[in-house]
């Protein structure tokens, strides 16, 4: 199973930026849809954004309509990594954002979605 590893939360004022950053083992790494899930007390775990590689150097990108305009994310095959940029952040963005890989299509939906990391707190607070 392939393990990733989240980095980059911490506590931020509103307005402000963070920038995640989740580091895959494995080999085909580029053939993967990578997604960023978060989940906020009380509340069920909510798509974020995801991203797939088409081609040699294209891609597909999704985002929740609550991020869009906010955040991007990116990856590099090369390095195993996919990021999420959030700019512009708001007390509703405070959660536990999940990296997570799926194999195989395209997919926004959690369930779908075959490895998860441990999460990293993203805090949004004057």
């Known amino acids: 199973q392939m393990q990733l590893v989240e980095s980059g939360g911490g506590l931020v004022q509103p307005g402000g930026s963070l920038r995640l950053s989740c580091a895959a083992s494995?080999?085909?790494?580029?053939?993967?849809?990578m997604g960023w899930f978060r989940q906020a007390p009380g509340k069920e775990r909510e798509f974020v954004a995801a991203?797939?590689?088409?081609?040699?150097?294209?891609?597909?990108?999704g985002y929740a309509d609550s991020v869009k305009g906010r955040f991007t994310i990116s990856r590099d095959n090369a390095k195993n990594t996919v990021d999420l940029q959030m700019n512009n952040l708001k007390p509703d963005d405070t959660a536990v954002y999940f990296c997570?890989?799926?194999?195989?299509?395209?997919?926004?939906?959690?369930?779908?979605?075959?490895?998860w990391g441990q999460g990293t707190q993203v805090t949004v607070s004057s």
């Open positions: 494995g080999r085909t790494f580029s053939t993967y849809t």
């Open positions: 997570a890989l799926k194999m195989g299509a395209y997919s926004i939906h959690g369930p779908d979605f075959d490895s």
């Open positions: 991203i797939t590689t088409i081609g040699r150097s294209g891609s597909i990108t």
